[in-house]
């Protein structure tokens, strides 16, 4: 148990256009769900925490207007790049939590983004 | 600012040694550990959780955390080349209002040699 999946698995943009990301917990219901992004070489970095049915807490320095996060249901979150830029690009993993072992995080696939 | 440090690397071992892997953590008030395992282009894998001072075993992996010394441990027993990857220590801390995040290390990349 515990499958976390991601789509698309890599995407190639042009400057100025909104990519979306999707999250979903396949087998259990997240209460909790995680946006990283990782550059080459160095560790993950946490964008924003989000719980079902409310607005994400970002971290200091994360853009908020410009990483849309959406946490409709118990088992998807969707991150969405807008008006995306080169340095925008990055490795975006996403990860979710369940309530019965909620400190536990399990990732997924992540989301290779190539903005041009 | 809390803090997850670990070594690097990279460490290098012979196939069938023990790789130790090790990471320190900055808030005392900590109370779940966790391990996970990255190749290279992959996300991360949860290896192993620990919550508990002392040992925790799982196959061949051992997991110490002493919490007094504010210590975290991976031990990998018969390393196999397969286990060549980035070894990433991981840290819950509770933000007031915010909840639990893991605050994660830099990782070690560890290489194990045929």
């Known amino acids: 148990g515990a499958v976390v999946s991601q789509h698309p698995s890599r995407v190639i943009c042009k400057s100025g256009t909104s990519v979306k990301i999707e999250c979903r917990s396949l087998?259990?219901?997240?209460?909790?769900m995680f946006w990283y992004r990782q550059f080459p070489k160095k560790s993950l970095m946490l964008m924003a925490t989000s719980n079902e049915g409310s607005k994400a807490t970002y971290e200091q320095g994360v853009e908020k207007d410009k990483f849309l996060i959406n946490h409709a249901s118990l088992t998807l979150s969707t991150l969405t790049v807008t008006s995306a830029h080169p340095e925008d690009s990055s490795f975006y993993i996403c990860?979710?939590?369940?309530?019965?072992?909620?400190?536990?995080?399990?990732f997924g696939p992540g989301t290779r983004l190539l903005v041009l | 600012q809390k803090e997850v440090e670990q070594n690097s690397g990279p460490l290098s071992v012979p196939e069938g040694a023990i790789a130790s892997l090790n990471c320190t953590y900055s808030d005392r008030g900590s109370q779940s550990f966790f391990w996970y395992r990255q190749y290279s282009g992959k996300s991360p894998e949860l290896i192993m959780s620990?919550?508990?001072?002392g040992d925790k075993e799982d196959g061949r992996f051992t997991a110490q955390l002493n919490k007094a010394s504010q210590y975290v441990s991976l031990l990998i027993r018969d390393s196999q080349p397969s286990d060549s990857a980035t070894y990433l220590c991981a840290v819950n801390v509770m933000i007031y209002n915010q909840g639990g995040k893991l605050i994660f290390g830099q990782g070690t990349e560890l290489s194990v040699k045929p």
């Open positions: 087998d259990f219901q997240a209460t909790t």
């Open positions: 990860s979710a939590s369940r309530l019965a072992t909620q400190e536990t995080q399990y």
């Open positions: 620990i919550y508990s001072n």
